[in-house]
């Protein structure tokens, strides 16, 4: 089921262009990373899905209509700027929005014990927002998003401000939803934990959609063949073989670049008779070097 699906859609602030004529679509039980720089366009093609702004042109469906009052309430979103109520109590809050979700006081109740005991919070139900950390906040927005339990999930930089247990919780929450059948769509700048997490990559510069695939499509068009190599000795220099691209040194390790289509078996045979060697560790591009290149160099 098509979950999400824009066609065409540019918006502009004062003549200047933030989203480009971008279009996607998104399907039930996927993760879906939104990556890009700092003014990608990134935050404003999500404000566009969630109907805060509206696009200058082209369509956005989201559950095959057009964003309703009702379908809103199957949407749960966490924004890049999280907004909560500093003064009140962090029960008092996820009733408030349960029941603004459309949620009976019940299952308000009902839901923000089940949710607050999954973030560690059980134990903070009556305390201010402002007594806690900001790790603590991060989940109460988190559970805020999900307290009525939506299909569609947006998560605006969900690991910003998260220390690694609580990033661990967020990731184990990510892959539940997932695993019943949610639609997750989430900004980052973290590369690390996108490769991690994501089923699909939208890469997005300057407004302009540059990459749109599976993890193992982008990896196949874009991944540089690699072989980490360390030597017992100091290494000789290795620019003289016709099969390498390019050349790392680190002591006595060495990066290497292959060129396209080179048999890493052909590369192993040629360094024997260089030196000793102690390592030899094939790798492909992570998901950060890919993104460095391709906003880079447009390739």
């Known amino acids: 089921m098509k979950v999400i699906e824009l066609s065409n859609v540019t918006k502009k602030y004062n003549g200047r262009v933030a989203v480009n004529n971008f ?6 039980g996927k993760i879906y990373g939104f990556l890009g720089p700092n003014g990608a366009g990134k935050t404003t093609t999500i404000r566009m899905i ?20 009702e379908s809103k309430k199957r949407i749960g979103y966490i924004p890049e700027e999280r907004g909560l109520y500093r003064k009140y109590r962090v029960s ?6 349960g029941r603004l979700k459309g949620l009976s006081l019940e299952d308000a109740r009902k839901n923000t014990e089940i949710w607050l005991d999954k973030v560690g919070l059980k134990d ?15 989940n109460v927005q988190l559970v805020v998003s999900l307290i009525n339990n939506p299909d569609l999930v947006i998560l605006d930089e969900p690991f910003m401000g998260l220390d690694p247990i609580n990033t661990r919780n967020m990731k184990e929450i990510i892959y539940s939803l997932k695993k019943s059948g949610k639609t997750i769509i989430f900004s980052t700048h973290q590369m690390n934990e996108a490769e991690r997490l994501c089923d699909h990559i939208f890469l997005i510069n300057k407004g302009t959609k540059l990459i749109d695939g599976s993890l193992e ?3 196949k068009k874009y991944s540089k063949n690699f072989v980490s190599v360390e030597f017992r000795n100091k290494i000789i220099k290795l620019e003289d073989i016709d099969i390498i691209q390019n050349v790392y040194y680190e002591g006595n390790k060495a990066e290497i670049e292959l060129r396209k289509n080179t048999n890493y078996n052909d590369l192993l045979e040629v360094l024997l ?5 102690t390592k030899y560790e094939i790798s492909e591009s992570s998901l950060e070097s890919i993104f460095v290149e391709v906003v880079t160099n447009g390739v």
């Not at 279009?23 to 039930?28: R, V």
């Not at 903070?124 to 900001?134: D, G, M, T, V, W």
Request: avoid cysteine; aromatic fraction near 8%.
């Open 92 to 97: 008092d809050i996820l009733l408030y929005f």
């Open 124 to 138: 903070r139900a009556n305390s201010k927002i402002e007594e806690l950390s900001k790790g603590m906040q991060q």
């Open 50 to 69: 969630m109907g805060i702004i509206e696009p200058d042109s082209g369509s956005i469906n989201v559950f095959g209509e057009k964003l309703s009052e």
């Open 217 to 219: 499509e982008i990896k």
């Open 23 to 28: 279009s996607f679509t998104a399907e039930s």
């Open 273 to 277: 008779h260089r030196g000793d060697i």
